[in-house]
């Protein structure tokens, strides 16, 4: 059975850094590009990275440039999310997901307020 | 970026009808492979998003034959039929052609 399980949600003042991360199994996690999802409350779908198979190529969407830092450990088959500078708009659950979308998780839950 | 921009559905749909949904990109999605590079997924009350169609028409695993997506360049439509209770939530469309991936903002269904 797939599964892709997060963690790391928390409550953060702005300006703090956190960091998430997502324990793939099920699959051969070092075949898929992996990438992060993001879904402030109430509103729709956001795409935050994505990181190639190697981990040698990454993406980013223009909000979170510089501040978030996606990477991957293929030999303990999880992906990260590094998060600094952090604001009060970066409020969301994030999902880990296979970049193409066949598999999710189901969210961690990042609340940035002070 | 590659705006999408879905339509609204008619709700609440009548259990057993047909319900179809509209997503337009800013940009066509043929990538130089000739795929269309157009995903839909359905996200349930309280749940993670499921992937139902990519390539703007393959089946996902385990999808129903219910859903079928159709559509080329920048014109894309979900067809759901025989709409059943479990159908009820929000319609994503997406766009894997480059990056930065991008959502349509959801269209609702509603059941009757």
């Known amino acids: 059975e797939v599964q892709l399980v997060e963690s790391g949600g928390v409550l953060v003042q702005p300006g703090r850094s956190m960091k998430l991360s997502c324990a793939a199994s099920?699959?051969?996690?070092?075949?898929?590009?992996m990438a992060w999802v993001r879904q402030a409350p109430t509103k729709g779908l956001e795409w935050v990275a994505t990181?190639?198979?190697?981990?040698?190529?990454?993406y980013y969407r223009d909000s979170v440039k510089g501040r978030f830092t996606i990477s991957r450990d293929n030999a303990k088959s999880t992906l990260y999310l590094q998060m600094d500078s952090l604001r009060s708009e970066d409020t969301a659950t994030y999902y880990c997901?296979?970049?193409?979308?066949?598999?999710w998780g189901q969210g961690t839950l990042v609340t940035v307020s002070s | 970026d590659i705006v999408m921009t879905q339509g609204a559905l008619p709700n609440p749909v009548p259990s057993g009808e047909s319900a179809s949904i509209t997503c337009r990109s800013s940009?066509?999605?043929?990538?130089?492979?000739?795929?269309?590079?157009l995903n839909w997924f359905l996200q349930r009350p309280g749940q993670s998003p499921q992937l139902l169609t990519y390539w703007t028409s393959t089946r996902a695993s385990g999808v129903s034959e219910r859903f079928s997506g159709s559509g080329s360049g920048t014109y894309f439509t979900l067809k759901i039929s025989r709409v059943r209770a479990e159908d009820a939530g929000v319609y994503y469309c997406q766009q894997v052609r480059e990056y930065p991936r991008t959502f349509g903002a959801g269209t609702k269904l509603e059941l009757k």
């Open positions: 997901t296979t970049d193409g979308g066949a598999y």
């Open positions: 940009k066509s999605l043929v990538y130089k492979d000739g795929k269309t590079y």
């Open positions: 990181i190639s198979t190697s981990g040698g190529s990454t």
């Open positions: 099920g699959f051969t996690f070092s075949s898929f590009p």
